[in-house]
């Protein structure tokens, strides 16, 4: 048997390092400081009793050019809150680090301490974490497997909630409720429950739970969730086989954990979040490989896009705001995850969205997006410019997310980034209230009337209110920003152009 040790609390972050916001690290609901992760155990999950014959597991950790000690402790974590007739064994996946202290140091205290416990898979290059967790499934031996980041430490009692849960069904994908570890101080901030979401973008983020559990009151009870944060999740390993694991065409970072989301629910499965089951995860602000995750995530995301959501995929091209005919980014080859789309039969996207992600705002009437670009004007583009003050202005031309309008079939004229669920709000439509000669942006369901929302619009044409028949211009003036100042007026003849279009069936 493994005795307990306390966990070591080695603080070692590496400050040398620098990265963007992240998948593990999606804005939380609310949170509260504990010192100790116990702490914060909602205590009728302390009551709840579970069957003896559980099933084993094998707990998989992958990094690259972790701190020795991070991994260590999460080694030591998982011991120390596992019971060790449960715990089959340990995978560490380095996925080809170039820190000399992860060889032959990693191997040789693991092996003392934990003698027979601990595998090692190397792999000779960098694969991605994706891949990387598909090399430690391979070399997984138990019943279920878990896959978690190696900077985690576990709550007591973490593993039998799941592996009950798993044992029950074992098409059920199990996620433990995440908090995070203050990178600089290691203190444990319980976040609130949460599901786990994303945005068309397919960037995760925490989202308030189905309002069914919320109803309920029982704060141990699973939470329905449409995809995953992506640093820990507990799966049948036989299942996930046959579900066909990760998507091995991803690369580096990004996607992977809303794809299986999408897979397990389409394809007969479920996804829930356990809020019994408790992993801290550090949210580092750096990371120490890839600089550009952005590129990876938004590849994987047209992976997805492409075999999962069916004519849903234009909401990840508008979210990224690139076009949907050569689009630019090269996503490989997707034909083996159609077959196995179509093998095991899988639902359409419309059902997923319909009964496991309602929340989920629809842009299907979209009929141009991208940035909007006037003749008068080359170079600027419109743009939502502060959010606060309600005036769409003209810019120079970077097609970031201020600049991504959409047209709809409506008449309506959005600016902003492209929505996503309905805790938060919708994009503002371009409005010409038919005061003054300035258009305003607006709550598209606030306007008094509800044309003053509506524009005729055809590509390379002019945009005309279908309230006052004014058209959006621009007019030069010395004392506007860049000389260029957007109003309604008197139609003057100029022509505009949105960047990107949908075609969309003939009805
Ligand atoms: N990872 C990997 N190979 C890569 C990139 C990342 O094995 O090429 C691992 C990384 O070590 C970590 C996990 O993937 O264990 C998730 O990455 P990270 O923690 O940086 O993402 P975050 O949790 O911040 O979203
Ligand atoms: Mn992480």
New binding site residues.
């Given amino acids: 048997m493994i005795t307990g040790q306390p966990a070591l609390a080695l603080f070692h972050t590496d400050e040398s390092i620098s990265?963007p916001a992240?998948?593990?690290?999606c804005l939380p609901l609310s949170s509260r400081t504990n010192s100790d992760l116990n702490n914060g155990l909602d205590c009728r999950c302390k009551q709840l009793t579970y069957p003896d014959d559980l099933p084993q597991i094998s707990v998989v950790?992958?990094?690259?050019?972790?701190a020795l000690s991070v991994i260590l402790r999460s080694v030591h974590s998982v011991v120390n809150h596992t019971p060790a007739h449960l715990l089959k064994e340990i995978i560490l996946?380095d996925?080809n680090s170039d820190s000399v202290e992860l060889k032959f140091n990693l191997d040789h205290y693991v092996n003392k301490r934990y003698p027979g416990l601990v595998k090692i898979v190397r792999n000779s290059k960098?694969?991605?974490?994706i891949r990387?967790?598909i090399h430690g499934w391979n070399a997984a031996t138990a019943p279920v497997v878990g896959f978690?980041?190696?900077?985690v430490e576990f709550n007591t009692g973490w593993a039998e909630p799941i592996l009950t849960r798993v044992k029950e069904d074992h098409t059920r994908i199990i996620l433990p409720a995440i908090d995070n570890i203050k990178y600089n101080t290691f203190e444990v901030q319980q976040y609130a429950n949460a599901a786990h979401g994303y945005n068309w973008g397919l960037w995760c983020m925490y989202i308030i739970p189905p309002q069914d559990w919320l109803d309920r009151g029982d704060e141990t009870a699973p939470i329905r969730t449409p995809a995953m944060?992506?640093?820990s999740f507990v799966v049948d390993r036989e299942y996930f086989g046959e579900i066909g694991l990760l998507d091995p065409g991803m690369e580096?970072?990004g996607g992977e954990n809303i794809e299986l989301g999408m897979r397990v629910w389409q394809c007969g499965g479920s996804m829930e979040v356990l809020p019994c089951a408790r992993v801290a995860?550090?949210?580092?602000t750096k990371?120490?490989?890839?600089n550009d995750i952005d590129y990876y995530a938004k590849r994987n995301a047209l992976r997805a896009a492409e075999v999962w959501m069916d004519e849903f995929k234009s909401h990840v091209y508008m979210a990224w705001n690139i076009p949907m005919n050569n689009p630019g980014v090269d996503f490989g080859d997707v034909s083996e995850r159609v077959a196995l789309r179509k093998k095991m039969n899988c639902r359409s996207f419309r059902w997923y969205l319909e009964h496991v992600y309602p929340e989920m705002r629809i842009y299907n009437n979209t009929i141009t997006y991208g940035e909007v670009r006037n003749s008068k004007a080359s170079g600027y583009c419109l743009d939502q410019g502060s959010e606060e003050d309600d005036r769409a202005i003209l810019y120079p031309c970077h097609g970031m997310s201020s600049q991504l309008a959409r047209y709809t079939t409506e008449g309506l004229l959005q600016l902003g980034p492209l929505g996503s669920t309905t805790f938060l709000p919708d994009t503002k439509c371009l409005v010409d209230d038919g005061r003054g000669r300035t258009p305003s942006l607006k709550k598209c369901d606030v306007v008094t009337r509800s044309s003053q929302r509506l524009w005729d619009f055809t590509q390379n044409g002019p945009i005309i209110s279908r309230d006052t028949g004014r058209c959006l211009e621009v007019e030069m003036s010395k004392d506007a920003n860049f000389g260029l100042r957007l109003v309604v007026q008197r139609c003057s003849g100029q022509k505009w152009m949105i960047r990107n279009w949908i075609k969309h069936p003939r009805h």
């Fill in positions: 990265h992240t998948a593990c690290s950790f992958i990094f690259v050019n972790e996946v996925d960098r694969e991605g974490l990387a967790r978690f980041d190696a900077h944060i992506g640093c580096v970072y995860h550090i949210e580092r990371k120490p490989y890839n």
